[in-house]
């Protein structure tokens, strides 16, 4: 046999930005074994592939999702790969499940990421067997991951296992000295296994869920600057990653955390901040980020935003919707589980009044634009609705305030009132920027979580997609080497991790794509189950003609856009472990590595 996998006549991208080239490509124990412009010798080969009219690229690297607890009991992650993402990266937004049990988990996840929290709780606690970072890792491999995973462990995970949930979450408390320590081991503990570095998070309308701590926020902005500092020492010796997310109420905050990533008497720090978004609530602050960013780096420092790099639609049923966090009668109601409790206060008026002087609060840092003329109702039992904005229903009712039409028919339907709304990235000469801006990664999809809200699982396709069409226009703003070089190689070389190129030598994680079918089925909207929480539908793309083959180690784990056989049930991915070179794992079905295990 002289090859695995032949892929003949695709245009190669080698995920450099190099300039691309029609190629074959041979594969073999599950790396890149030739390219060149001659026919590759085809003798014995189990699976030839005709690439012609076809772009070959490197897996795609997903920088930041929340697959924390989905991987645990579904560890194919179908959802990514099928779009060509090979590399997920876990434990974002200070959230990990390497330290807390399941009902701390639960509390963590539930309500920020909005998974079910009963999930949450019976995902970790089945199947949980690690306590150390390198037990975690082994309990990775030991699963069917279908895409390699990388990992940061999350602040509030560390500080949870610590100090207890509640004190934790306490403004009065801090770590006492042994507990700093314990931290301390911890994050040393995960950089030797390999992590990629720290989530903590700032963002103060995080919510945490359950009983005994609803509606505080994360631990990990309870940690006062002592505690940060000593932590974010331990990554600049490493010259690993933090991830964080600002408190954008404080903009002291935000300067902060970029001007700590400058080597000012120590080492540099490599920062991942979220998010740089064109916000439609406040449309001037993305004009200073990118320049922000180029200011921190051209001193020095190694700073970065993450950016979605398509528009932020996203989805409600009723009132369950993370942006009514930020304000406070939104958290209010959102701090309410039972539903005859919530639905009292929203029919109050005194509430209502409440509600109305938030809405119509226009000034301050915030994420949602707070407009129901802008908040299109997509289902609902009463179909004279459908189609209209809630301020349009306030006007067809005898001129209702736009909030009181909302709550009406969230009194009157519940969740099954269904409505969207674009958040952020809706101006695409400005996305065109973004896209090519240095200080920005390509990432932020939240794979994995706000699973009713949000489906970005392509947004890698839409953004070639975007490429594509400006470069047939005749205004091109990024190369297609250039964009995909943004979400492959770029991003595995900044965070050190073996992934995100095509060249002779290097994994053979990589997609197929047919451009003529970057179309609108990028956009559509659909629902599937999620198996492993009893069922939940979720919001998923599907655009199966765009994505022919993807290859995760060698090994076809989508064909034609659909999950093979292998997907979920031999593990084709691994860990990705910090400056290591990483072998493609031997063909091992689930029962075989459950048997290992």
Not at 287 to 315: C, T
Request: charged letters at 25%.
């Amino acid at each position: 046999m002289t090859y695995d996998t032949i892929i003949r006549n695709g245009r190669w991208f080698d995920g450099t930005g190099a300039p691309s080239a029609i190629r074959n490509i041979g594969i073999r124990d599950g790396r890149v074994a030739a390219i060149t412009p001659h026919p590759l010798d085809q003798t014995d080969c189990p699976q030839i592939v005709d690439a012609a009219g076809k772009w070959v690229l490197p897996g795609m690297v997903d920088v930041h999702t929340h697959y924390d607890v989905e991987v645990l009991g579904g560890p194919g992650l179908p959802e990514s790969v099928r779009h060509g993402v090979t590399t997920v990266l876990l434990g974002s937004c200070s959230l990990s499940t390497i330290h807390v049990d399941g009902s701390d988990a639960g509390d963590l996840f539930g309500r920020v990421e909005a998974i079910p929290r009963e999930h949450v709780i019976d995902a970790v606690d089945e199947a949980k067997t690690w306590r150390t970072a390198e037990q975690y890792v082994t309990a990775l491999e030991s699963r069917a991951l279908g895409p390699n995973i990388a990992a940061f462990i999350g602040h509030s995970d560390m500080r949870t296992a610590v100090m207890g949930l509640d004190r934790a979450t306490r403004k009065d408390q801090r770590p006492t000295p042994r507990e700093q320590a314990e931290m301390e081991r911890m994050l040393a503990e995960a950089l030797d296994a390999g992590f990629v570095g720290l989530s903590s998070q700032q963002l103060l309308f995080d919510k945490i869920d359950g009983e005994t701590c609803r509606s505080r926020t994360l631990p990990s902005t309870y940690a006062k600057p002592r505690e940060l500092r000593r932590l974010k020492s331990l990554l600049r010796k490493r010259g690993r990653v933090l991830q964080s997310g600002p408190d954008i109420q404080n903009p002291f905050n935000l300067i902060s955390q970029v001007a700590q990533s400058l080597p000012v008497l120590r080492d540099k720090l490599k920062t991942s901040l979220l998010s740089a978004a064109d916000v439609k609530a406040n449309p001037f602050a993305i004009l200073i980020m990118g320049p922000l960013a180029a200011a921190a780096n051209r001193f020095g420092g190694d700073f970065r935003w993450q950016h979605l790099p398509v528009p932020f639609e996203v989805y409600a049923d009723g009132i369950d919707l993370v942006v009514f966090e930020e304000f406070g009668s939104g958290a209010a109601a959102l701090h309410l589980r039972d539903e005859v409790e919530r639905n009292a206060l929203l029919a109050d008026e005194e509430y209502r009044r409440r509600f109305r002087k938030d809405y119509d609060t226009k000034f301050g840092v915030r994420v949602w634009h707070r407009d129901f003329f802008d908040a299109e109702i997509v289902s609902c039992p009463d179909e004279s609705v459908v189609g209209k904005s809630f301020g349009q229903v306030g006007v067809d009712r005898g001129g209702l305030h736009p909030v009181d039409a909302f709550l009406d028919l969230v009194l009157e339907h519940g969740t099954k009132l269904r409505w969207r709304t674009t958040i952020s990235n809706h101006r695409p000469e400005v996305l065109k920027k973004l896209a090519s801006d240095p200080g920005i990664q390509m990432g932020f999809s939240d794979a994995g979580a706000h699973l009713r809200n949000m489906a970005f699982y392509n947004y890698g396709l839409r953004l070639l997609r975007h490429v594509r069409d400006a470069e047939r226009s005749g205004q091109p703003f990024l190369s297609l080497e250039r964009a995909v070089h943004r979400m492959t190689g770029e991003l595995a070389d900044w965070y050190q991790i073996d992934a995100g190129h095509l060249r002779i030598g290097d994994r053979a994680d990589l997609v197929v794509i047919d451009p003529e079918h970057l179309d609108s089925s990028l956009d559509d909207y659909a629902e599937e189950p999620v198996e492993q929480y009893a069922g939940l539908p979720r919001m998923v793309n599907r655009n199966n003609e765009t994505v022919e083959l993807v290859l995760i180690g060698g090994r076809a784990v989508v064909r034609s856009g659909v999950p093979t056989e292998a997907l979920g049930t031999e593990r084709t991915g691994s860990f990705l472990r910090v400056g290591r070179a990483t072998p493609a794992p031997a063909t091992s079905t689930a029962s075989e590595l459950a048997r290992a295990h």
